[in-house]
């Protein structure tokens, strides 16, 4: 039988060469808390319990903290079902709802009535029921001699068994996720809520003030929020929509503190963290500085820069076009951020120091000699043989797969014929009319002339970027015109795939005879040319340098858990619910500069600029400034709070995740990082990695004095 290794779960500063600070690094699992973490949380001044944040006897933190959609954190903050998370990811939502003559982008929504909240059907909330420790019976059956494929078919299954027993008779999901790169395992059993409406957004001058420029930023002063309410079947289970339903009865909200923060305050957040790299090898982050990430930066450089030429001549563009220009920004600038914060830690230098220290460890045992000894030659043998596969494979990902709308509705399309054509005639028909809805939302947001723009520089850019070995060979013949008009005339306006009407009519003649036009397609036709080139020429070989690389750095890690055990150590996110905690902090970014822990109401007169989309305060703001009137949200001083920054381990996902003080009162939505810490995923600083948290304070004013909606602060536990 394999020995399966028993490891704690606590930061390991020792072998990542950090200092010890106010910061504290970690994203850790809320199972584990009371026998790790809760005795240093009270030394930093957390007075609850281990039970108080996760219990699955009794109501605690966890039965308040939801993953929103499929990407964020969301927490409830009433009896009644409603939550709040960020702007940003209810965003989609606020979108779908708005047009030129309904623009609540521009002009924010709030429901005076529980029957104005409006339905959104693709949107789900989760709760997270129960989470255990899995490993032995995943790994049951697993023996030291058995083939890697046998192993991986003896571990799929014990999973599948695990998930089915753990959900039979009942409408949970179970989930079996892999920690410490396949090393240990948990269960998670979820329950997910299908009726979520929108109750109230603030406008996009608000909830999204300072736009792109600000995203990563500090000082920062974006009312980053939004609410929503849950929804239950008359008998308070999940139920699709319904105008029958019923606002879910919350087992848990969280109390919300009007007392504010100062430095030094204890903070924690509780959340659904996305993904965190911190134990790649130097030849991986090698790889990430001095390629994967300038090259993805270079190709969204060209998609935001057009968009924005067309958004800012068009009102009915921005609508379009503010959900895609956001998504992709987003990543944009945190790679930006994430190579500049490697590069100004050494980062290449530290990861090598580590290494010589766990190969100084490995020295002293012959059988460790054995099991690690040429782990880092394996490592830069497979980098180097994966950078040409994994730039190809970046470039097709970002430009066929997300680049242009035409293509996506290529792909879409392409998924149907592939999963659905050869299906019973129940499941083809309800396929279809997924599709037939999915279009219809995909030509609002669609504007030929901007699609075509992208398309036609996008395709430029692969053209002279990448080989001629990895491009097929129709797309060769047609890179000649990228600069012609008849590229436009020939590939784009002629494709089906640009024209509503004629896609709709396709959709309702579906037929083998019509699938075979639709292949001669121009634009139909080169993204089949793209894609299966890549299937078989790129793909398979990234998938086979991806797998080694997966079991050598389970190898790898594998080591560090032994080399540090009874040391502490956590595993990376993966976005499963984990606590993180730390203290209210300013820092200093640069030499001679330091940023205060907090903004308020003024920094934003101060950016105030009605030329600059981003930045034109709404004059109800600025009347409700000018008379000073913040009501019982204001600080000791006078002014209103907006925002501030604590030291909490963070990353993307933790986006709405509720940021409580040491009494466990709701103070903060985490909303964002500053820039100069986004490098946290990969390796974590503690004098520059900062989250970013919308104060309570500021959310409750807006509610109440901007929006006039205070009557929702009545469902609200408030404490002053």
Not at 31 to 53: T, V, W
Not at 469 to 487: H, N, Y
Not at 593 to 609: A, F
Not at 664 to 688: A, H, K
Request: glycine letters at 6%; a neutral charge.
């Amino acid at each position: 039988m394999t020995k399966i290794y028993r490891f704690s779960l606590l930061v390991a500063l020792f072998f990542l060469g950090l200092i010890p600070s106010q910061a504290k690094e970690g994203i850790w699992l809320p199972i584990l808390l009371e026998k790790y973490n809760i005795a240093e949380m009270h030394q930093m001044g957390f007075k609850l319990s281990a039970q108080d944040i996760y219990d699955v006897n009794h109501a605690s933190m966890k039965d308040a903290v939801v993953i929103f959609g499929s990407g964020c954190t969301g927490e409830l903050i009433s009896q009644d079902g409603l939550l709040i998370t960020n702007h940003h990811c209810g965003f989609d939502a606020i979108q779908s709802h708005s047009s030129l003559e309904h623009d609540y982008l521009t002009n924010g929504y709030w429901a005076k009535q529980r029957q104005e909240e409006l339905p959104n059907p693709s949107l789900t909330v989760t709760f997270l029921l129960r989470m255990a420790d899995v490993t032995d019976k995943v790994f049951n059956g697993v023996t030291k001699n058995i083939s890697a494929e046998e192993r991986r078919r003896i571990i799929n299954s014990n999973i599948d068994n695990i998930e089915q027993e753990a959900t039979k008779g009942t409408h949970y999901e179970a989930d079996v996720k892999p920690f410490f790169n396949g090393n240990q395992y948990f269960l998670f059993v979820n329950e997910i809520y299908r009726d979520v409406r929108l109750v109230g957004a603030p406008p996009s001058a608000i909830g999204k003030f300072g736009g792109d420029t600000d995203n990563w930023m500090w000082p920062r002063h974006t009312g980053d929020f939004s609410l929503f309410r849950i929804y239950t079947d008359k008998n308070g289970n999940p139920a699709p929509y319904s105008p029958d339903n019923i606002p879910l009865k919350s087992k848990k909200s969280f109390p919300i503190s009007l007392k504010g923060v100062k430095e030094g305050d204890f903070t924690m957040v509780f959340g659904y963290p996305g993904r965190t790299s911190e134990y790649l090898p130097s030849a991986a982050v090698k790889l990430l500085i001095e390629q994967t990430d300038p090259k993805k930066i270079a190709i969204r450089d060209i998609i935001l820069s057009l968009m924005k030429q067309d958004m800012d001549a068009s009102p009915k563009v921005r609508i379009q076009y503010a959900s895609k220009n956001a998504s992709s920004a987003n990543a944009w600038k945190k790679w930006q951020g994430e190579i500049k914060g490697l590069k100004r830690m050494d980062a290449l230098s530290i990861k090598k120091t580590t290494e010589q220290q766990f190969m100084n460890w490995v020295n002293l045992s012959s059988d460790r000699k054995e099991e690690y000894g040429n782990i880092f030659q394996k490592f830069d043998t497979l980098y180097s043989a994966l950078a040409p596969y994994s730039k190809a494979y970046d470039y097709y990902n970002e430009i066929v797969i997300r680049g242009t709308d035409a293509f996506a509705l290529a792909l879409r399309i392409d998924r149907f014929l592939k999963t659905t054509m050869k299906s019973d005639p129940k499941l083809f028909d309800n396929e279809l009319n997924e599709l037939k809805t999915w279009t219809k939302r995909h030509f609002k947001d669609y504007n030929a002339s901007t699609d075509e723009k992208i398309m036609r520089a996008l395709l430029k850019k692969y053209n002279q970027d990448i080989e001629t070995r990895f491009l097929p060979r129709k797309f060769l013949e047609i890179s000649r015109i990228l600069d012609s008009p008849e590229f436009s005339k020939k590939y784009y306006y002629s494709s089906i795939l640009t024209n509503e009407t004629k896609i709709n009519a396709l959709y309702d003649k579906f037929s083998h005879k019509e699938i075979r036009k639709l292949e001669k397609d121009p634009l139909f036709s080169l993204f089949r040319e793209f894609k299966n080139h890549f299937e078989q020429h790129v793909d398979p070989i990234c998938t086979n340098l991806n797998d080694q690389l997966a079991k050598v750095q389970k190898q790898y890690m594998k080591g560090i858990l032994q080399m540090n055990e009874g040391k502490p150590i956590y595993p990376d996110a993966n976005f499963t619910l984990r606590v993180a905690y730390g203290k209210v902090e300013g820092f200093y970014p640069v030499d001679g500069v330091y940023y205060d822990y907090y903004t308020t109401l003024t920094g934003i007169m101060q950016k105030d600029n009605p030329e600059i989309y981003d930045y034109a305060v709404p004059e109800k703001l600025k009347e409700l400034y000018k008379n000073k009137d913040f009501g019982r949200y204001a600080m000791a001083n006078g002014q209103m709070p907006v925002a501030f920054t604590a030291s909490d381990h963070t990353t993307g996902g933790n986006s709405g995740s509720p940021v409580v003080d040491a009494e466990g009162r709701l103070i903060g939505v985490n909303f964002d990082r500053c820039w100069e810490g986004t490098m946290s995923d990969v390796m974590y600083d503690p004098t520059q990695c900062r989250n970013i948290v919308l104060d309570i304070r500021y959310a409750l004013f807006l509610i109440d004095k901007f929006a006039g909606a205070g009557y929702l602060l009545n469902e609200m536990k408030i404490e002053e």
